[in-house]
């Protein structure tokens, strides 16, 4: 008998082409439940001609007891995967979940790629991410969370999830909710193949299991291409028109191919008319030199944390196991005035005021202090460390 999969179609909007992109996945889950899921945090999308349809929204992902952190982007722009819990928490019956972007276009039966799937019991399926130095900018920020030999990522714009795999992905979401120590809030794509893999669950490739050759962050595919390419079983992403102008301007590397009309960017351009782009390339021009500024910046910080991070670690490995007693004034110049400590032990606990601790502050900047305090705490002090959150009222100066 075969078993009980659902295909879920993510999207954040909806317009023709959204809908067209909808159809034409919906074709290929025949013999599988299908679901829209649409991300409804700045508006709702009433007139959308599906039966089935999970409307979520920031507020409802975080009441599931997800955090509200996110590194760069917006919550669910930087955690999709929040989409696949929010789901899995209303429809937790299914033996297996397939979780679809709307730019992804699959030509080819999805029920027969979870039979091949579950013939070879792979808890999950997505395209691997080369780590090697420079392939990946987002590697280094990921070290501060995940060990080098355990850090994996994927590319999980399609991407298949066994039962167990979704259990076992959405409690560890929430417990790294409650991780106050946590310095670096991971990425879907960092967090899903990385807990995969520390779990000891089965990760196959997706392109073990059809043509990929089109499947990847870029470059784009333009819908009315799509009969060129019969043999490719996924492509990402396809994208109209506009949307296909807009990320070849926004995810182009080099300024210079704003510049030099011979350019891979300018050519690919010269796919749609010179009016849906020209105008726009100015702004783009500064808007890129600008990002390429700030994300070379935001890479040497975290490589300079990462270093501090892994000559700790070393020193921490030489030190002896049985290590004396802290210095109370080490503990007196690591944890600031105000806040109420006492140790018994070698156990430390730290006493904060309760509305620093909520999800609602994370915004605010108050909560990452606490983050970064305890980090701090944890290389520089032997021992274990807790969070007593207490009433303002209560607190007296320490």
Known sequence: ?????????????????????????????????????????????????????????????????????????????WNPDYAHYHFFAKYPDYESYVFVEYDVVVQESIADLVARINRVKADFVARPIDLSDGKWFWRDFHLQVYPHEQL???????????????????????????????????????????????????QAVLD????????????PTLEEDLPQHPTCSFLHPVLDQQRFVAVNLRSNASPLSFLWPRSTLRRRLARVPASAYLKL???????????LAREQMQLLRARLRGRRSSARTRQAERKPKSDPTPDPKVIDRIIPRGLIRHHAGKVYTVQVHADLVGDQNMRGGRVPGIHRLLHTLAVHVPGRFAIQPIEREDVKPG
């Open 152 to 202: 994996r990522a994927s590319l999980n714009c399609f991407s298949v999830y066994s039962f167990r795999a979704m259990e076992m992905l959405f409690r560890r979401r929430r417990e790294m909710a409650d991780q106050l120590g946590l310095i670096y809030w991971p990425s879907s794509e960092a967090f899903l193949a990385t807990e995969i893999g520390r779990a000891g669950f089965r």
């Open 208 to 219: 073990d299991f059809g043509d990929g050759s089109a499947y990847d962050w870029f470059p």
């Open 281 to 291: 390339l100015p702004g783009a021009f500064r808007r890129r030199l600008l990002e």
């Open 1 to 77: 008998m075969a078993e009980r999969f659902v295909v879920v179609f993510k999207t954040y909007t909806w317009d023709g082409f959204v809908e067209r992109q909808a159809h034409r996945l919906q074709a290929a889950a025949a013999g599988g439940d299908f679901f829209i899921s649409i991300d409804e945090t700045t508006g709702s999308f009433p007139n959308i001609p599906f039966a089935n349809i999970d409307r979520i929204s920031n507020a409802k992902v975080v009441a599931l007891g997800l955090s509200d952190r996110f590194e760069r982007g917006s919550l669910l722009w």
